[in-house]
């Protein structure tokens, strides 16, 4: 599993929206009413909760545009550690008025990446010592995937394919339009002979079928946990790898996740996972710069 980030131009680019959508025309004007230029502090970014984070390296980029290099960040955790409340992620010094500018755009990117990788993180534990692999899906928020995506790394988990040309995913409309999971596999194999293809399948019979046909892997959807079992065991004979999707949850994951499947299917690691808790504690040190 690697912790890197998504490239230095894709993080920009999501902070620059995020703080263009955040300061409108004319900026923070509260901010520049209530502190003059010269005023110097710090800050810290202290969790008000425990859980995994990430997103660290991105909020403090979120400080260093907004001040054009004036605040100073260091970070106090890493991305992928686990924290417990009172924590402190990061501490930024420098001119308050571009500290309280950035803040939020800071914590709402922190704290929302965060709770992904805290999520994360209580799926992959539920199903620990299975062998079975927890990644995410496409349902994300748009324009934040591929830090959300890398969020999910943080907490232990996997990514499915990042876009719709990355692998094949031959779904139940795709089924219903080709006329068959078994034909439909065939044309998408025809169409793209190198690519991976996996298939949708609600049945131990539709199971049966697309792994004869030659599927990469077979994605499970809604199946009982003794149906996803004797799919299981027909694929694995057979060498092809599954996956379990739909109606997961952690209550259930341990049992889905000893039938077998290689992989767990969660959409709510993305769509779902509520905010940690980080706010920012200001210190004023009475230094005027002026």
Known sequence: MTLELPSPEVVDAVIDRALAEDLGAAGDVTSAATVAESVVGRADAVARQGGVLAGVPVAARVFERVSAGRLTVESAAADGSAVGRGAVVLTVAGPVRDILTAERTALNLLGHLSGVATLTRRWVDAVEGTGAVVRDTRKTLPGLRALEKYAVRCGGGANHRMSLSDAALVKDNHVLAAG?????????????????????????????????????????????????????????????RTEASGGLTLDRARAVAKTGVDYLAVGALTHSAPVLDVGLDLVMDGTDVR
Not at 190 to 199: R, S
Request: proline residues 3%; charged residues 25%; aromatic residues 4%.
């Open 180 to 240: 068959g999971a078994a034909r439909a596999f065939e044309l998408v194999r025809g169409a793209w002979p190198g690519l991976p293809i996996e298939v949708e399948v609600d049945t131990v019979a539709q199971a049966r079928e697309v792994v004869d046909a030659g599927a990469d892997l077979v994605l499970l959807d809604n199946m009982t946990v003794d149906e996803m079992q004797a799919a299981v065991e027909y694929a694995k004979a057979r060498g092809t």
